[in-house]
């Protein structure tokens, strides 16, 4: 399985901005998780492989929505009302347990792309 991310950009406070997720071969569950400068790699949002479960960390829970398309293997994470705190690289991965996955049990990463939510 092979993870590729892009959508990253430069935002200012209040807007939006969505990220997306192709995926190479066949993946179960996905997941984003992000990294901000001189932080840990964190959680960010989960999606079942069905795509009918999702998590979100309490810190994204109503701005950010996380989907997946299976006909065309894309998980998104749409992010509203951004905010200077989101800024981080952003990073999509697989795993094999759903929960698991906001501990970062995570088989697969993908390459980060880079959010920056500035004025």
């Known amino acids: 399985v092979q993870l590729q991310a892009y959508g990253g950009g430069l935002v200012q406070p209040g807007g939006s901005l969505r990220l997306s997720c192709t995926v190479s071969?066949?993946?179960?569950?996905m997941a984003w998780f992000r990294q901000a400068p001189e932080k840990e790699r964190e959680f960010v949002a989960a999606v079942t492989a069905s795509g009918r479960g999702t998590l979100y960390a309490d810190s994204v829970k109503g701005r950010f929505t996380i989907s997946r398309d299976g006909a065309n293997n894309v998980v998104d994470l749409q992010m509203d009302s951004l905010k200077p705190e989101d800024t981080a690289v952003y990073y999509c991965a697989a795993g094999r347990g759903f929960s698991d996955l906001r501990s970062g049990d995570v088989d697969v990463w993908g390459q980060g792309t880079q959010v920056t939510v500035s004025s």
């Open positions: 071969g066949r993946a179960g569950n």
